[in-house]
């Protein structure tokens, strides 16, 4: 069983910057597609970014294009969510998921298709 770790979160000012880190607490990450969703206090669980195996093209949600980037460098075990120009909106709890091998090609945004899940990293944005 994969467990997934994500470090980085904090506290931010608008405007400011965080990157989120996530790995694997044993191992590797895998031949996987990897990703970032977030849950806002009272809301539902919402997709982020995502990016296949070979770090090719990247989804996003429409509402972080532009100020978010994820990456991942498969030789450190590591998957990356840089966040630019913090919104208050932003504040969550951010998690990273990691698809079995069969979608590794791929960069879904549903739930449903990330088998492994951390238990996420806490970011609050100050307005």
């Known amino acids: 069983q994969v467990q997934l770790v ?3 979160g904090g506290l931010v000012q608008a ?5 989120l880190s996530c790995s694997a607490s044993e191992g590797t990450l895998g031949i996987a597609a990897m990703a ?6 009272g809301k539902e669980r ?5 990016i296949p195996w070979s770090g090719g093209v990247a989804a996003y949600a429409d509402s ?7 990456s991942r460098d498969n030789a450190k075990n590591t998957l990356y969510l840089q966040m630019n120009s913090l ?3 932003d504040t969550a709890l951010y998690y990273c998921a990691r698809t079995l091998a069969a979608q590794a090609m791929r960069a879904p945004s549903r739930e449903y298709d990330y088998a492994h899940w951390g238990q996420g990293t806490q970011v609050t944005v100050s307005s």
């Open 6 to 8: 994500e470090s980085g």
């Open 36 to 41: 970032w969703f977030r849950q806002a206090a």
């Open 46 to 50: 919402e997709f982020v970014a995502a």
């Open 64 to 70: 972080v294009k532009g100020r978010f980037t994820i």
């Open 87 to 89: 919104k208050p909106e």
């Open 15 to 19: 405007g400011g910057s965080l990157r």
